[in-house]
């Protein structure tokens, strides 16, 4: 009798070959200082740059502020919700850096009609002082968490696959009895689809990956110890280098839940600049009963893992893994 083989594994969903190799998800994020995030019905292509449903100038504006300006903005799209949202209406969300040191986003949240996008989006970066020009658009919604979870099966396969049922749970499970304190969307990829499926939290700007059921309760009200999730955090998006994450994470699992409260600014101090093997890192921060402190690391690599850039027959290709050789309050 021929043995049965898993129809996962057969498939080469990279997010279980990352898992089943024991990659760490840390440091696998790039910093942002805003994301733009526009409402758009799938079905979505694998470059949502080239939407015909996204105003026709957006993409090329927003394209001349990242490559031309510098500007370190995130594009997203996410899936209509037939609770949250309206017809005839686009929901824009605006999350910005305000401070050099900070502990979450500022949110802004537009509803409006689809000719106005553009033109708030363009006020947004160019003319923020004429922002009350879209006042009657906007949204009380400052007290809201999202949730962002990328179900984007046009770029990976193991995006829809993993993601979609972890989008339900949240949806149908935490959402619904949250009392308004929370909603979860289905977002365009950002990045990481090997650790699927993934996720933002956002206004922290914390993102997350090869989550399981059972991690949604500690993740979602944070009852339980934040050591548990560990392996499934990728990074915080207020940091720029993978060794300030890395040392970040650290922080957290050390100083617990309440560490999401407290602003934090990271330097890299010295770099292994040729090899890329360490780092020397120092995150200030600063608590919210103004208690100031720093942490000093040294990062390191410690090899690699065998993983797959993306699902299917693909060949498998080396990470590099880090572990904190030293990490001490200063």
Known sequence: MAQQTDPLVERCFCSVVSKANGEDPIGSVSQHDHYIIVEVPTPWPRDITTLTRLPPELI???????????????PLIIVPDQEYSVADNVRVFHYYRAEEAFAVYQKEEFLLPEIEVFPLIQTVFTH??????????????????????????????????????????????????????????????????????????????????????????????????????RLCYRGWTGLASPYEQITEREMLMREGWEWIHSHKRGQLLDADGEANQWGHVRIDFTTPEGCIGAYEAMVEV???????????????????????????RV
């Open 60 to 74: 090329p504006f927003l394209r001349s502020l990242i490559l031309d300006q510098g500007m370190k903005i995130r």
């Open 302 to 328: 410690v090899g690699t893992v065998q993983t797959l850039g993306e699902s299917g027959p693909c060949e498998l290709r080396e990470e590099p893994q880090y572990r904190v050789n030293w990490l001490r």
């Open 128 to 229: 923020p002082a004429q922002l009350p020009r879209f006042e009657a658009y906007r949204q009380d919604t400052a007290h809201i968490r999202e949730l962002f979870v990328c179900t984007h099966g046009s770029v990976d396969a193991a995006c829809a696959v993993f993601g979609y049922p972890l989008y339900r749970t949240l949806r149908n499970e935490y959402t619904a009895t949250s009392q308004g304190a929370l909603r979860t969307w289905r977002v365009s990829h950002f990045g990481g689809h090997r650790f699927a499926p993934t996720l933002i939290d956002l206004p922290e700007g914390r993102f997350w990956g090869h989550l399981e059921p059972e991690h949604l309760d500690t993740l979602v009200y944070r009852t339980g110890s934040v050591e548990s999730l």
